[in-house]
């Protein structure tokens, strides 16, 4: 569905309309087809010992990656009106955790996975069920479908440039 022309390195959202997703959802859909497009680039051919590397401190490629598969699978929860899981609650206090047996390559695929999760979603929505409030977490925040659908979107984008930095540093110290 998403990523028909690999070789194109025009940005999604100079790419036209995202066939079958609601116009109103076209800017999420294009962040998040760029951020799973940017991860795949950021991350090939990534030494295995920099995947959990927190330089000074700060979030490793592995969290990033990891935090946003999650973010896009809470706020798609959200968004339906649910509460969060147990699982998903475990999920999320395990991100930053490092899971030996997971590549850079794979955390991308389930990134990629999720985001295909996500289009499909996107496609069956409509602008009235887009302007409904929902809740957000325990405290139960006021928001959208679309503010949670766009924050999905959006966060990604700042996490996938959060990685870019920490790759490139990274990299950097290995010279």
């Not at 680039?41 to 700060?58: F, H, Q, V």
Request: charged share 25%; glycine share 8%; hydrophobic share 35%.
């Amino acid at each position: 569905m998403s990523d028909s022309v690999q070789g194109d390195n025009t940005e999604f959202w100079l790419r036209g309309p995202v066939k079958g997703i609601p116009s109103l959802l076209q800017p999420a859909a294009h962040a998040l087809l760029q951020s799973k497009k940017e991860l795949k680039i950021y991350t090939e051919n990534l030494p295995s010992d920099l995947l959990w590397k927190k330089p000074e401190g700060r979030a490793s490629i592995g969290f990033h990656i990891r935090h946003i598969t999650g973010v896009l699978d809470r706020m798609m929860t959200y968004a339906k009106g649910k509460a969060l899981t147990e699982e998903q609650f475990k999920y999320l206090r395990s991100e930053g955790e490092r899971n030996g047996s997971l590549s850079a390559d794979d955390l991308c695929n389930l990134f990629g996975d999720q985001v295909e999760k996500m289009l499909r979603y996107f496609e069956g929505i409509s602008e009235d069920e887009l302007k409904e409030i929902r809740t957000v977490g325990r405290k139960k925040l006021p928001s959208t479908v679309l503010g949670l659908l766009f924050h999905a979107a959006e966060h990604s984008q700042r996490h996938v440039g959060q990685l870019l930095v920490t790759v490139s540093w990274l990299q950097s110290l290995q010279k």
